[in-house]
């Protein structure tokens, strides 16, 4: 078993490095004869740097991105004591949308809108504030019931998406160009202005994540056996759900809502891991994200931008998630 | 020490539990008795802080528990309540590991490895220890329980209704193994249970309470008394002796006669 598990871990993280690496090179690869016709054009040169001062950040975003969705992912489910819901599936990504939507609409031109590091903190503080509340007013009561969780996540999610398009109809159309500047990111439009900025945040994220890993184990034994092994289960869930909420809005802002991506990889290492352990999981976790985003990102530069990576994933992960309900209703 | 004093608990307007004092007593097994609804597991859930406190004080060795920290009461509580199932694909070793959560905060080191394995001695768990939990019995299971317990290494066990779902011989297994901790380890224990003849066999000192009371408290033979458990159950008990312990009947041919 633990053989097993040791060869699978090996070829996780080489594919991992491989999908990297071409991901780095793709553009080299598709347009070999073309780049090696031309290489002593200072024209040429220029290009090929710029490219990979743009790519570079993008990998970052990626990868980091990957792990904080991944742990964050994992997190949720030990406090929410479920294995279905994610944060993305319950609508995080959608208030993170509709915060900086109302924002824009309401203080309009305001240093905490102009300026976007000022503007990110602001959305974080409030998309905390709005989760906290979320925790103590629906989820803490009704943990045990899955279904009403994920009615509840897509009642949210839709009721967000609509009063983010009301809103933005209501806009001045500078103000509308504008949100769409800062919020139309996507895996293939990365915000790398704040790629370097959000860095150090996101690693402290994932640092803090990792801490608590220990505790995170006691707490998957539920609410009194956590009590009883001196957690503070409230206070431990609240900070968690805290980190949660900083990291899908650091992640949002970076590449955009990317629903199922942390599902489908918390599951995956769930289920071809088996183990208990929060760090073990997150890493494993964080493998298969890195994974699926930056080698799906690999093939859809391949076909050329046709579709993008997002939609695979939720093609993917809403099949999985259908899986997931089927699964858990026969149990 | 362990001291309750002046205990209130409500749920909205309902009295779960009114002014209750008492101190538990040191190196026995106490039985917590008394009908359904009574506020048995409502005052072990307070005094083991599963529950949060409303008004009143609890005290360990004189201090108040609000004033200590969760992990500093978890080296001297332990609590096991009913039904707790584990939803995680964890080993028997594994869940007794968790056990040393307080002393180590995760990292486990030599002593704790020690404690561990003695505890899986203990309960007599080596055959399992690499098993799945949930590829266990229910006997079995209640043994790891204890065994997780045991490594967390407390001088105070709580327990609520460890009993339900065990036949006969795993609930006399239970109980022997709970003297045995007494004996052994000196350690203190309270349980909550509903079959009167089990208390009866084997604690120390019996608890009775009804409506969110303490009705009596004293040993066996100041409380398997029929005057005493009649009025605490609303039901006629005829209590006899048999190899100088005190049983109870449940059905009084007599009485349903008469």
Partial sequence: MDRKRRIILTVLIAMVVIAILLYLSTWLILNFSYIQENIDNPMMQRAIINIIKRKIPQVIALVVVSILTASSSLVFQTITNNRILTPGILGFDAIYMVVHTFLLALLGTSIFVTNPYLNFLLVTILMVSISVLMYVAILRKNKNNIIFLLLFGMILSTFARSITNFVQVLMHPDDFTALLGRTSVSIVNINTSLVYVSLPLMVLVIILFARKHHTYDVMALGENYSTNLGVTYNRESMLGLIYISVAVAISTALVGPLSFLGLIAANIARELFKSSSHIKNMIYASLFAILFLVFGQVIIEIINYKTTVTTIVEVIGGLYLIYLIVKENRR | MIEVRNVYQAYGKHNVLTNVNMIIQEHKITGLIGPNGAGKSTLLG?????????????????????????????????????????????????????????????????????????????????????KFIDELSGGQLQRVYIAMILAQDTPYIFLDEPLNNLDIKHTVDFMKNLQRLVKEKNKTIVIVMHDINVASAFCDHIVAMKD???????????????????????????????????????????????
């Fill in chain 2, 46 to 130: 307070v005094i083991s802080r599963l529950l949060a406190l409303k008004t009143g004080e609890i005290l360990i060795h004189g201090k108040n528990i609000k004033e200590m920290s969760n992990i500093e009461i978890a080296k001297i509580i332990s609590v096991l309540r009913q039904n707790n199932n584990l939803a995680i694909k964890i080993t028997v070793k594994e869940l007794v590991t968790f056990g040393r959560f307080p002393h180590s905060k995760g990292r486990i080191n030599d002593a704790d490895e020690k404690a561990i394995e003695e505890a899986i001695r203990f309960m007599e768990l080596d055959a399992i220890s690499s």
């Fill in chain 2, 212 to 258: 969110g009371e303490i009705i009596k408290e004293g040993n066996i033979d100041e409380m398997i008394q029929s005057e005493v458990l009649d009025g605490i159950f609303d039901h006629n008990f005829c209590i006899t002796g048999i190899d100088g312990q005190r049983v109870c009947l449940y059905k009084h041919i007599n009485i349903e006669k008469a």
